[in-house]
């Protein structure tokens, strides 16, 4: 299952427009995308379930995509978090 750490560098870190976004982010992949802080796990298609990582900016995600389109997953979830969120402009 491959995977990125990447890290919130947005000014309000995973907040409700940023998870709205990464939710719409992995809306058109097949595969199943979670994201992990430390121990918590998130369904990334579950603005609710990333809500409660309670992850604010400076924090390092873990990002596992399941599945055919996997890698593109995870690579459209990088560059959200590079834009950080389209966000900070």
């Given at each position: 299952?491959?995977?990125?750490?990447?890290?919130?560098?947005?000014?309000?870190?995973l907040?409700?427009?940023?998870?709205?976004?990464?939710?719409?982010?992995?809306?058109?992949?097949?595969?199943?995308v979670h994201?992990?802080?430390?121990?918590?796990?998130?369904?990334?298609?579950?603005?609710?379930?990333?809500?409660i990582?309670?992850?604010?900016?400076?924090?390092?995600?873990?990002?596992?995509?399941?599945?055919?389109?996997?890698?593109?997953?995870?690579?459209?979830?990088?560059?959200l978090?590079?834009?950080?969120?389209?966000?900070?402009?």
């Amino acid at each position: 299952m491959p995977r990125k750490t990447l890290t919130l560098t947005n000014r309000r870190g995973l907040h409700a427009r940023a998870a709205t976004r990464l939710v719409a982010c992995c809306q058109p992949f097949e595969s199943k995308v979670h994201v992990y802080k430390g121990t918590q796990q998130a369904d990334a298609g579950n603005i609710m379930a990333l809500l409660i990582l309670a992850a604010p900016c400076g924090t390092e995600l873990t990002v596992h995509a399941e599945g055919e389109d996997a890698e593109q997953a995870l690579d459209a979830v990088e560059a959200l978090f590079t834009a950080r969120f389209d966000e900070d402009h």
